[in-house]
């Protein structure tokens, strides 16, 4: 070989050598730890060459939201972090992760007087995406029997005008579920195509069974729905005056005027703040019907901000027991809204000021 050749090739060898090693030893941008005996989850995001988000959820409850979220600096296999919070605000106690590839142990950073948030202590274990799959089904299916047997209790134990609710809320979940999971759930973006042979296409199609966070928002929307349904309805009213909720971030607020007008505020945030709505109206007296424990009113309201086609709600409203029904409907829905109003909520007194 030409010795020239030879002496340009090895400086190169080892360039790439070098390289090669660095990257090596780098920590992945994402990596993802769990504790099966306390069931905790632990994300570590690189944010940059040195700073590391670290990410805690709790899922003792299935569907939990129960989240903490730090932030720190990474230096060879150790991290310290505090809390993240909003400028100005104290941080908290600091703590130190360390570990490799296959764990990572949180401990408090040595020297602190009273340290806080100790349910993040303890030893995690690498987690695979299969494996991490196979946890949020698994969480998700255990939502779904959580909510079938709240359902159950709930169909023998209520009693009264409230007794049939559970069984109209059942048959009104799918539905339910299917509009939360629209704006919850966001597929990943799709990755390049490739070109595949004849016949073979679709074979590698996306699907969100196939999807960690799909699973994820599906348990936690089940969570809501049995945190919902498991609240026994002690309280009743012959009044139309209340706050009611929907458990899933809907509220309408009815105050009933001395000349039996029925003042109504319908608001929601489904998910986030950009699939929010607000109504509010005012239900003439003549609107309103009582027949036996059952009470309905009926208005058309104006929608604020949205097109002209839009504006127009005819909006029912039933009240019975401890639950209010509210059905909408309209000629044409605003562009690119997802929000509703539709559904069945939980009846509260008046605040007492």
């Known amino acids: 070989m030409n010795s020239r050749l030879l002496s340009f090739q090895i ?7 070098f390289a090669a090693c660095v ?10 730890f769990y504790d099966e005996e306390g069931m905790r989850y632990l994300t570590l995001r690189q944010t940059s060459a040195t700073s590391v988000e670290v990410i805690m959820r709790w899922a003792s409850e299935p569907g939990s939201t129960g989240m903490w979220t730090g932030q720190g600096t990474r230096k060879d296999n150790l991290i310290t972090f505090a809390a993240l919070v909003d400028e100005g605000q104290d941080r908290g106690s600091y703590f130190i992760a360390k570990g490799g590839e296959s764990k990572m142990e949180i401990l408090f950073k040595p020297g602190q007087k009273m340290p806080q948030d100790p349910g993040i202590l303890g030893l995690y274990r690498r987690v695979s995406d299969e494996k991490r799959l196979q946890l949020a089904r698994k969480e998700t299916h255990a939502a779904e029997e959580r909510l079938n047997t709240v359902l159950k209790e709930a169909a023998h134990d209520w009693s009264g ?39 073979a296409a679709g074979k590698d199609a996306f699907s969100p069974e196939k ?9 936690q929307a089940t969570a809501a729905a049995y945190g919902f349904m498991q609240q026994p309805p002690v309280l009743k009213s012959s009044s139309w005056d209340g706050e009611y909720d929907d458990g899933f971030g809907g509220h309408v607020s009815i ?20 699939q929010g709505s607000d109504l509010a109206g005012q239900i003439p007296a003549e609107a309103v019907k009582s027949k036996n424990d059952e009470e309905t009113a009926t208005a058309v309201f104006n929608e604020a901000d949205v097109p002209e086609d ?41 605040p007492k000021e």
Request: glycine residues 6%; charged residues 25%; aromatic residues 12%.
């Open 11 to 17: 400086p190169v060898l080892a360039l790439f050598l």
């Open 23 to 32: 990257n090596a030893a780098e920590p992945p941008k994402l990596a993802h």
């Open 161 to 199: 005008a409230d007794k049939a609710v559970p069984a109209d809320w059942k048959a009104r979940w799918p539905v339910l579920l299917g509009r939360w999971m629209k704006i919850a759930y966001q597929p990943p973006e799709p990755a390049p195509v490739k070109s595949a042979p004849p016949g």
């Open 211 to 219: 999807d960690v966070q799909y699973w994820l928002k599906y348990a």
């Open 255 to 274: 105050r009933r005027a001395k000349d039996g007008k029925l003042r109504v505020n319908l608001n929601c945030t489904r998910v986030n703040e950009n």
């Open 310 to 350: 839009a504006k127009e709600i005819s909006i029912t409203l039933k009240r019975k027991g401890g639950f209010l029904w509210v059905e909408t409907k309209r000629k044409a829905s605003p562009p690119g809204s997802l929000s509703w109003f539709d559904g069945i909520y939980r009846w509260s007194p008046v």
